[in-house]
T-cell receptor
Framework: GDSVTQMEGPVTLSEEAFLTINCTYT??????LFWYVQYPGEGLQLLLK?????DKGSNKGFEATYRKETTSFHLEKGSVQVSDSAVYFC??????????FGRGTSLIVHP | NAGVTQTPKFQVLKTGQSMTLQCAQD?????MSWYRQDPGMGLRLIHY???????DQGEVPNGYNVSRSTTEDFPLRLLSAAPSQTSVYFC?????????????FGSGTRLTVV
């Protein structure tokens, strides 16, 4: 079945630092790729998506590019804020339309 | 507001008790799923449904039952609660169509079994 590997957390950064959270996946076929974010005490929210090779998904200053050749979908943000502190989940979604979630990466941003 | 509504938000059960976690969505979504979230384990799929009257097992279905009599509702039943079922449970839904639709999640039910 599909699987996802995310970098271990927590990732601790100072405000305005550059963020990268790595995600690689294995999947049959040609999945759509998603990043979800979970703020403390809440459910997951869709952050961004990409549906084909070389597509770049973006939202709220976050970006991720669908790299088919390396089966990766790394999340980046140029300047993080304290309000970005959350847990981030990478999730490929294939033909079954059921996403496979990684274990999540906790991000802590200090002022 | 449109979305996925889960009730209750918190619940404490004694071992062996039964209960139903409710999930309702008002977006006319065909796909609905139940997940449990445990520390260090990410989200694990319990059961899912691709439409009214159709359900299937996910990764960790043991101890849980579901039914889907309407498009809107997808309750999760614990028949005899065990401490191992202490977790945070999330319900999620998405619309039909191309695979590039993401899921909308509820705010979760935090369940403790003592």
């Amino acid at each position: 079945g599909d699987s996802v590997t995310q970098m271990e957390g927590p990732v601790t950064l100072s405000e305005e630092a550059f963020l990268t959270i790595n995600c690689t996946y294995t999947a049959t076929g040609y999945p759509s790729l998603f990043w979800y974010v979970q703020y403390p005490g809440e459910g997951l929210q869709l952050l961004l998506k990409a549906t084909k090779a070389d597509d770049k998904g973006s939202n709220k200053g976050f970006e991720a590019t669908y790299r088919k050749e390396t089966t990766s979908f790394h999340l980046e943000k140029g300047s993080v804020q304290v309000s970005d502190s959350a847990v981030y989940f990478c999730a490929p979604q294939g033909g079954s339309y059921i996403p496979t979630f990684g274990r999540g990466t906790s991000l802590i941003v200090h002022p | 507001n449109a979305g996925v509504t889960q009730t209750p938000k918190f619940q404490v059960l004694k071992t062996g008790q039964s209960m139903t976690l409710q999930c309702a969505q008002d977006m006319n979504h065909e796909y609905m799923s139940w997940y449990r979230q445990d520390p260090g384990m990410g989200l694990r799929l319990i059961h899912y449904s691709v439409g009214a009257g159709i359900t299937d097992q996910g990764e960790v279905p043991n101890g849980y039952n579901v039914s889907r009599s309407t498009t809107e509702d997808f309750p999760l039943r614990l028949l005899s609660a065990a401490p191992s079922q202490t977790s945070v449970y999330f319900c999620a839904s998405r619309g039909e169509g191309a695979g590039n639709y993401g899921y909308t999640f509820g705010s979760g039910t935090r369940l403790t079994v003592v």
